[in-house]
Nanobody
């Protein structure tokens, strides 16, 4: 079992920045790929970014490329999402997730989410 707790959300003006953190506990953090997802009101949850177990490879949704950066610190059991140049359309609840192996994210572990609101 892996427990994930997100923090760092809040209200920010368009063009501003936030850094989300996701602290993991339970099993060996470095065994898991980590991802960030988001869900806006009335919309389906969507992929934002992911990082492999050692931080050596990252992937991003096209909508956030060049603005968001995912990173991890295995010594601190934490994954981060640095969000710059925020836009009102980035407003959503942001979730972190953990999965081992090539399985679907839906089969992994999920946090409770943190709200990000970007005002225009």
């Amino acid at each position: 079992q892996v427990q994930l707790v997100e923090s760092g959300g809040g209200l920010v003006q368009a063009g501003g920045s936030l850094r989300l953190s996701c602290a993991a506990s339970g099993r060996t953090f470095s065994n898991y790929a980590m991802g960030w997802f988001r869900q806006a009101p009335g919309k389906e949850r969507e992929f934002v970014a992911a990082v492999i177990w050692n931080g050596g490879s990252t992937t991003y949704a096209d909508s956030v490329k060049g603005r968001f950066t995912i990173s991890r610190d295995n010594a601190k059991n934490t994954v981060y999402l640095q969000m710059n140049s925020l836009k009102p359309e980035d407003t959503a609840v942001y979730y972190c997730a953990a999965k081992s192996g090539p399985g679907r994210w839906e089969g992994g572990y999920w946090g409770q989410g943190t709200q990000v609101t970007v005002s225009s």
